[in-house]
């Protein structure tokens, strides 16, 4: 790269109460950090003027930014607010009523009034046509083209903007889909078109259908945003094209998540995991819970020997989707979360969220609902006069007021009432952990706790109480680091072929034939995205079953050529993890191969993580703060430290309140924290 050509790399991410934006300068390591209020009505306002902001406070300008990388919620929210585009579906004759049928099980046993939500594609724009593959691929009946281009018609006149494509048993032949895609791209040559064999090439046809009629659902949208950012990020001198993050950590074009929007549903919150996974490598730490408090959501994900476990099916918002993610779970708890009461007379937090506008009472924008911001606010956990670094001002006196109306109606104090909806959300946010990890047979006490997100720092000491967790770690710029993980994360694709065999030596001429598609594919994408063969990586591995059972276990697969040593290696890894999943194993059973993955990775320049030396002056507060605890039940003078001034080595008693731009760290009584050469906090039970 020419000395004083483009190489600043710029992150930015997207919540629904902030945007965060995150620029490192590789040839000076310096590493810098912005935040503002998003813009809900198109985010993409927001991003631009954050990145404009971050750069001028840094000294730079758009066009030195030769990377940008953005994490984003449009897919999210677009399938929770139902702001999808008009979808039409073409299908196997007899099917078209798979994706409203689903799996015929009730999200809540007992709730007879549940309801489900619509399909993205409604009955009357779901068409079905003439053709039929057997379950080993072959032809039944050959496909009716001409039926094909008179749906297409239909479609058209229906003015539909997407369609997806979606016959039986594609994923194994699917040359009936690539023909009816042929067709509907010369009736609709405007349409996004999408086909089951390209989202979502495996067996399961309710799970298939559903990824691709959100794919297809999700296109207009995702083409419509990226249409908008691209322009606006050049108008502002920043030529380099958006990268987005997927679902599963990696970072993929804005044209090839503009083709396939469903692998970005979990976007933001998956550059935070991939984040907390580079803190951790740095730190040598290994064994992580990740806690990403945010405005409006908290999400969770369990890293175990620096490896984020995955998830191939999932549900966002009723939504079947079979793309790989990340294994986070979200729940509705956020600063911005409301407090109210129920129909009970209990205390009730969240999930509905006062966002970015109005957001919280102490804001100032016309809320005046409690929210879980302002019970901190009123605490004097979080400053009662400003936030961003006195870039935000806030007004306490209306926070205090409305959790006064608040506590009134339950005949509580109103310093009571403020710990209330702190003990509430603390309850929410310890049952999504326990989601991850007791439901899954793992103790919480045997990870680290990484708090993030601007919120997270604030409650990660009484969470990590909760849940017996003795060590907390909060990151140098907690409040960016989904932002900063778009910075350390590689360009990645996860690829699938479904494939029915039993695991023996019979099957592998199928399980080579089928890796070698797969690696094909790999090499067209390296080649696309201009990925040079010393950076290009390839781990692969299969998922199984025992005869007889309903779902897989995925094991690692060796490289290179496909044995029988490889069929016993896989053997035994699926037995090792068929065990600690079940508890048992049944050596006597066989084991039936189900589909072949491919992950690809192409490594990229990144932010780098270095050690700072120690720091030559004790740790000196900047005042104190009178701040309501319940260990004493009254308010307690906690002196107050700048995160700016703090470096390796010093320790902070507890109970003290560490004070920066995108967040605040609480330390309680009984703990202490300290800097380690990475300037994380780490805070710990005193014993």
Known sequence: MDANGPALRLGVDTGGTFTDICLYDPRSGRLSVWKLSSTVRDPSEAIVAGAVQALGAAGGQGAQVAYVGHGTTVATNALIQGRLARTGMITTSGFRDVIEIRRQMRPALYDLQVKKPAPPATRDLRIEVRERLRFDGSVAVRLDEDAVRAAARRLREAGVDAVAICFLFAHLAPAHEAAAQRILAEELPDAFITASHEVAPEYREYERFSTTAVNAALGPVIRGYLGRLTPRLREAGIAALPHLTQSNGGVISAEAASRQPVRTVLSGPAAGVMGAIAIGAAAGIGDIITFDMGGTSTDVALIAGGRAQMARDTEVHGHALKVPMLDIHTVGAGGGSIARVDAGGHLKVGPASAGADPGPVCYGLGNEEPTVTDANVVLGVQNPTHLLGGRMAIDRAKAEAAIARLAARLGLGTMETAQGILSVVTANMAKAIRVISVERGLDPRDYLLMAFGGAGPVHAARLARELEI???????????????????????????????????????????????????????????????????????????????????????????????????????????????????????????????????????????????????????PIGERQVWLPETGAHVACPLYDRERLGPGHRIAGPAIVEQMDSTTLVLPGQAATVDPWLNLLIEEVA
Not at 507 to 533: C, K, M
Not at 551 to 574: D, K, N, Q, Y
């Open 470 to 620: 003795r060590r907390v770690l909060v990151p140098r710029s907690p409040g960016i680091l989904c932002a900063m993980g778009l910075l350390l994360t590689d360009l990645r694709i996860d690829l699938a072929i479904g494939r029915m065999a039993r695991l023996a030596e019979e099957s592998l001429p199928t399980l080579a034939d089928g890796f070698a598609g797969l690696e094909a594919q790999a090499t067209s994408w390296f080649e696309e995205e201009g990925i040079a063969a010393p950076d290009r990586g390839l781990s692969r591995t299969v998922d199984m079953r025992y005869d007889g059972q309903a779902h897989e276990l995925t094991a690692a697969c060796p490289a290179g050529e496909v044995t029988p040593a490889t069929l016993a290696m896989l053997r035994a890894r699926f037995e090792e993890a068929h065990r600690q999943v079940y508890g048992y194993i049944s050596p006597e059973e066989p084991i039936r191969v189900v589909a072949l993955r491919l992950e690809a990775t192409g490594r990229v320049p990144k932010a780098e993580l270095p050690a700072h030396p120690s720091a030559t002056a004790p740790a000196a």
